[in-house]
Nanobody
Framework: QAQVRESGGGSVQAGGSLRLSCTAS?????LAWFRQAPGQEREGVAS???????KYGDSVKGRFTISLDHDKRTLYLQMDSLKPEDTAIYYC??????????????????????WGQGTQVTVSS
C-alpha cells in the first residue's frame, strides 16, 4: 500500500528551527507539505518535484525550504525563523498528478492522492 510517513515535529520557541522528514514507500516525482491549525482549513506549505522545481505558500516564503532526496525517497522541510502562527499539524502528501508541482496545483489539498498521518509542530512565543 502506497504511503508516506512524517517525522521530526516537536516544540520550539519563536525564532527557532525544526526540520521535518517524510519517508515514502515509493519513488514519487512530486511531493508536498501541508499544514492544518486548529479551526482552520488545511493549507499548502511547499511542494517540490524530482527536477528541483519548488513552490511555496506566501506565509512561509523566505523562511521554509523544501527539498527531496529522490534516491532515498525522503522529503524534507527545513523551517527557520518559526513563528507562533506556524503551529499546526504538518502533513506530507503526494499529489495525484506529477505535473502539479510545476503548475502550482501541488499546494491545493484537492490535488492530493496520498496523505501522511501528520506530525505536530508547536511554536511558543
Amino acid at each position: 500500500q502506497a504511503q508516506v510517513r512524517e517525522s521530526g515535529g516537536g516544540s520550539v520557541q519563536a525564532g527557532g528551527s525544526l526540520r521535518l522528514s517524510c519517508t515514502a514507500s515509493a519513488w514519487y516525482v512530486c511531493l508536498a507539505w501541508f499544514r492544518q491549525a486548529p479551526g482552520q482549513e488545511r493549507e499548502g506549505v511547499a511542494s517540490v518535484n524530482k527536477f528541483g522545481t519548488t513552490k511555496y505558500g506566501d506565509s512561509v516564503k523566505g523562511r521554509f525550504t523544501i527539498s527531496l532526496d529522490h534516491d532515498k525517497r525522503t522529503l524534507y522541510l527545513q523551517m527557520d525563523s518559526l513563528k507562533p502562527e506556524d503551529t499546526a499539524i504538518y502533513y506530507c502528501a503526494v499529489p495525484r498528478y506529477e505535473s502539479a508541482c510545476s503548475s502550482g496545483d501541488g499546494l491545493l489539498p484537492q490535488s492530493v492522492a496520498i496523505w501522511g498521518q501528520g506530525t505536530q509542530v508547536t511554536v511558543s512565543s
